[in-house]
């Protein structure tokens, strides 16, 4: 999971409450130069955001967050900046839009950190974690349905369908049947109730996450559409980076990481297609350059200072001149749950 903070005293607007993944590597692979205008998708504690202030004396910066408490929260970094910093409270799959309304497009770099945040998981009454009991609840926008929703109405089928696709747990359909004979009862409403009961299904690994992990992360890219939103944020930032601006996209399961990889793929021309026998048809001219050959993954002394950070990995692309390619049917199945159906060994 995230952890998008910033502990350096020297940052605008003082110490933040978490550390920030493979800061770093981001600033490395972000390359950000003085009068740069700088959109980070995922705004958190502001982490990103203070390294980029502090890269330049002149550096802009819009951040963006789906969550209002962030937004909130960085009220006393906007009054530190001097006027560089500008908040905006939406989505990033819409970070084109937010970008070109407080003028900051086209861009010089765009960085996404991309799931859920330390301080979501800190907090119980938010609901994602198991680690605390608390309302069932998974919302970083704080509206809309719920996990709690999801789990009291949804179908046997479509609930192992969710957990199964985003969730990758190989007992999805005995955590549905569960799920769904425990809720005649009543309502499963807390993170507690939940997690024991996948634990009753799922057998613990002694030396792996607890049981109840890939169901609760299923849920909650179910909840927020996480996998859809980070397509729309790759196009969008394609939308509007300048050319020589830079890309980066940190991930931390295989699903986010599969879509940027993709992506990056497809816009840099590298992503197949044919064969020697039967050459590829030629594509649109490419609109991203790699910086990373392959993902970057934290060292071993960021592991061990913050766990969180032991399965990132971050992949960077450089903007050509070429035309924005645009929507990309290929790219937006991967992010869509598969029609229910039956599979076996679940």
């Not at 607007?13 to 920030?20: D, E, F, N």
């Not at 740069?36 to 330049?56: E, I, K, Q, W």
């Not at 939103?229 to 996209?249: C, D, F, H, T």
């Amino acid at each position: 999971m995230t952890g998008r903070g910033d502990g350096s005293a020297d940052a605008a607007g003082g110490p933040a409450r978490h550390v920030p993944v493979l800061l770093g590597e981001v600033l490395a692979h972000l390359s950000p130069r003085g009068g740069g205008a700088y959109v980070d998708g995922t705004f958190g504690a502001g982490g990103y955001t203070r390294a980029l202030l502090a890269a330049a004396p002149d550096v802009r910066v819009l951040g963006i967050d789906r969550d209002p408490d962030a937004i909130a929260g960085g009220a006393d970094l906007v009054a530190a900046s001097g006027g560089r910093l500008v908040l905006a409270h939406g989505r990033f799959g819409e970070l084109d839009k937010l970008a070109e309304n407080a003028g900051f497009a086209p861009a010089d770099g765009v960085v996404l950190d991309i799931g859920v945040s330390s301080m979501q998981l800190d907090e119980a009454g938010r609901g994602f974690s198991f680690r605390f009991d608390g309302p069932l609840d998974m919302r970083m926008e704080q509206s809309g349905e719920s996990a709690a929703d999801i789990v009291n109405t949804a179908d046997e089928q479509v609930l192992a369908d969710i957990i199964y696709h985003y969730g990758e747990e190989r007992r999805s359909r005995a955590v549905a049947r569960a799920i769904v004979a425990a809720r005649t009862g009543a309502p499963i409403e807390t993170t507690r109730r939940l997690a024991e009961l996948v634990a009753g299904v799922v057998r613990a690994d002694p030396h792996g996450p607890h049981p109840a992990t890939r169901t609760f992360q299923a849920l909650r890219i179910a909840v927020n559409d996480e996998l859809g939103e980070l397509v729309r944020a790759l196009v969008a930032a394609e939308r509007i980076l300048k050319p020589g601006g830079r890309l980066v996209v940190v991930t931390f399961h295989s699903l986010e990481d599969r879509i940027v990889k993709q992506f990056l793929a497809r816009r840099s021309g590298r992503a197949g297609g044919g064969s020697r026998h039967m050459p590829g048809l030629v594509g649109p001219e490419p609109s991203f350059t790699l910086v990373a050959r392959g993902a970057v993954a934290p060292g071993a002394s960021e592991v061990a200072a913050n766990p969180r950070a032991r399965s990132a990995k971050l992949r960077a692309g450089e903007r050509t001149g070429a035309p924005a390619q645009g929507e990309d049917e290929a790219l937006a199945l991967l992010a869509r749950l598969p029609a229910p159906k039956r599979r076996g060994g679940r």
